[in-house]
C-alpha cells in the first residue's frame, strides 16, 4: 500500500479542473482533416534563360495545390524544359565568312 497523499497543490489543482468541468491534462482531440497546402519555400534561383526562369517559376503554382495537383504541374514544367532543350538543338549552326565555295 502508498503512503502517497495529495498535497495541497495538487488538490486544489483537482478541484479546480472539477469545479471547471474539465480534465487535468488533457489532450486536444486528433483532427483527422487533410493539412491544407503550404508552400515548400524552395528557392529558385534564375538561370538567366528567360524560357528556362519561367518554366522553373511555373513550379511556385504547386505550392498551393494538393500533392495529388503537383503531377500535372510537374509534368508541364518537364514538358516545357524538354521543349526548351529541344529549341537548343534545332538552332542553325553559325556560319563563318571562309563558307563561301566557288
Do not use: I
Not at 497523499?5 to 495538487?10: A, C, R, V, Y
Not at 528556362?52 to 511556385?60: P, Q, S
Request: net charge negative.
Amino acid at each position: 500500500m502508498s503512503d502517497w497523499k495529495p498535497g495541497p497543490d495538487t488538490a486544489e489543482q483537482g478541484d479546480a479542473d472539477e469545479a471547471a468541468g474539465t480534465a487535468p491534462d488533457a489532450a486536444p482531440a486528433p483532427s483527422f482533416d487533410p493539412e491544407p497546402p503550404a508552400p515548400l519555400g524552395v528557392a529558385r534561383t534564375p538561370t538567366g534563360h528567360a524560357g528556362v526562369d519561367a518554366r522553373l517559376e511555373r513550379l511556385a503554382d504547386a505550392d498551393h495545390l494538393p500533392a495529388d495537383g503537383h503531377t500535372e504541374v510537374y509534368e508541364d514544367v518537364h514538358r516545357g524544359l524538354r521543349d526548351e532543350l529541344t529549341a537548343l538543338d534545332a538552332r542553325p549552326a553559325p556560319t563563318t565568312a571562309h563558307d563561301n565555295r566557288s
